[in-house]
C-alpha cells in the first residue's frame, strides 16, 4: 500500500513534524509513504497530476487541496482525506460531491483567531493588526480571521488598525506596519514563522513593545516567549494530520466511511501556549520519540481493529485533546 502526504514547506518545523509522524505511521501500518508539494493553483495541479500519473498510489492526505486537485484525484479513482486545512466556503460543495472524498479534519480555527487577540488584549495591546492569508484560499485561514474579528466586535476597547490579506508574505507585512504605524503595539498572525520573527529584529521592533500572537510553531517561538514578545500560540497540528490518516485507512483496509457529511470537517483542539513554561511543556510532548498518538493510539480510531468505533468518538477526541490528556496517556 502507497499512501501520499502534500504539503507546501517541507522544511519547516511543522513539515518536519508532519514526516516524521507519517514515518512513524508507515512503519506501524506497513505502508509505504510518498510525500509531495502541495502548492497553489495550477502548481497544485500539476504536482497531483504527476503524482498520480503511475497509477499506484491508494490514498492521499493533503494539508492543501481544492476542486482542481479533487478532480484529479478522482479521475484516478484515488481517496483523499485532508488535514489542518479545508477547502474554501466557495470550493467545499463541489469537492464533497466527489465519491473519493472523504472529508477532512482541522483544528479550531475560529478559536484559534479569537484567542490570539484576546491574548494581546490581556497583554495590554490596543492597537492591533492582523495579517491573513489571501481570503477564500482556505477556509481554516478564513475561520481564524472570522474569530479574530469576532473578538474585535467584543471588545471596542481594542483598535484594529488594519489588515492585510497575502500569499503567506507575513514578514512583508511587518515591515509595511512598522514604517507605517508607529503607534502599533500587537501584531496578530493566521500563522507565525521565523520569518515573521527575522522581519520583527530587522526592522527594529523585537524589544517586547509590540506584541504578537498567532497559530503555528517554528524553530525560534521559543526564544519568542522567553523574551517577552510573544504573548500567545497553538500548536500540535501533525496529530491533526495523523487523525486524518486514521480517517483514509479505515476506508483502504475495509470500506469503512467516518465521516458521514464531507462538507463538515471534524474540528479538533489545539494544544494551546500561553507562556514560555507553556512552550516548555508544549516541546516535551510534542517533540517526544513517541508521536502525539501512538500506533495503539491510532489504531483504536480505525474500524477494524475497533468495530465499536463511531464518527461521535472522533468528535470527543478532538474535543478532549490537550496536553493533559496527552500525558496522562502516558
Request: proline residues 3%; aromatic residues 12%.
Amino acid at each position: 500500500m502507497r499512501i501520499a502526504f502534500g504539503y507546501g514547506d517541507w522544511e519547516s518545523l511543522l513539515g518536519m513534524q508532519f514526516t516524521a509522524a507519517f514515518r512513524y505511521l508507515s512503519e506501524a501500518f506497513n505502508f509505504e509513504l510518498v510525500t509531495f508539494n502541495s502548492g497553489s493553483g495550477e502548481d497544485a495541479v500539476a504536482y497531483v497530476e504527476s503524482l498520480l500519473a503511475g497509477g499506484n498510489i491508494d490514498g492521499i492526505v493533503a494539508v492543501t487541496w481544492g476542486t482542481a486537485t479533487q478532480v484529479v484525484a478522482d479521475r484516478h479513482g484515488v481517496p483523499v482525506v485532508v488535514a489542518c486545512s479545508f477547502p474554501s466556503a466557495q470550493e467545499i460543495a463541489s469537492v464533497a460531491a466527489f465519491d473519493t472524498f472523504l472529508g477532512g479534519v482541522i483544528d479550531d480555527e475560529v478559536w484559534a483567531g479569537y484567542n490570539a487577540m484576546r491574548a494581546l488584549y490581556n497583554a495590554g495591546s490596543r492597537n492591533v493588526t492582523w495579517s491573513g492569508l489571501t481570503i477564500g484560499m482556505s477556509q481554516s485561514h478564513d475561520d481564524r480571521t472570522r474569530g479574530a474579528r469576532q473578538f474585535i466586535a467584543e471588545n471596542p476597547g481594542m483598535n484594529l488598525i488594519t489588515e492585510s490579506f497575502t500569499r503567506g508574505t507575513w514578514h512583508d507585512d511587518v515591515r509595511t506596519f512598522a514604517a507605517v504605524f508607529p503607534e502599533m503595539n500587537g501584531m496578530a498572525f493566521t500563522a507565525l514563522s521565523d520569518a515573521v520573527y527575522h522581519a520583527m529584529s530587522v526592522e527594529g521592533i523585537a524589544s517586547g513593545s509590540v506584541k504578537i500572537a498567532g497559530p503555528d510553531v517554528s524553530s525560534g517561538t521559543g526564544d519568542m516567549f522567553r523574551r517577552g514578545i510573544q504573548v500567545w500560540s497553538c500548536g500540535g497540528q501533525y496529530a491533526t494530520a495523523m487523525v486524518s490518516f486514521a480517517i483514509l485507512y479505515n476506508y483502504l483496509i475495509d470500506g469503512t466511511r467516518i465521516i458521514p457529511n464531507t462538507a463538515i470537517p471534524i474540528s479538533r483542539n489545539y494544544l494551546e501556549i500561553s507562556s514560555y513554561e507553556d512552550f516548555q511543556e508544549y516541546e516535551e510532548v510534542v517533540n517526544s520519540p513517541i508521536p502525539l498518538y501512538s500506533a495503539q493510539d491510532i489504531a483504536q480510531m480505525i474500524h477494524f481493529f475497533n468495530p465499536s468505533l463511531s464518527f461521535d468518538d472522533f468528535v470527543r477526541e478532538g474535543r478532549e485533546f490537550s496536553l493533559s490528556t496527552i500525558l496522562a496517556r502516558r
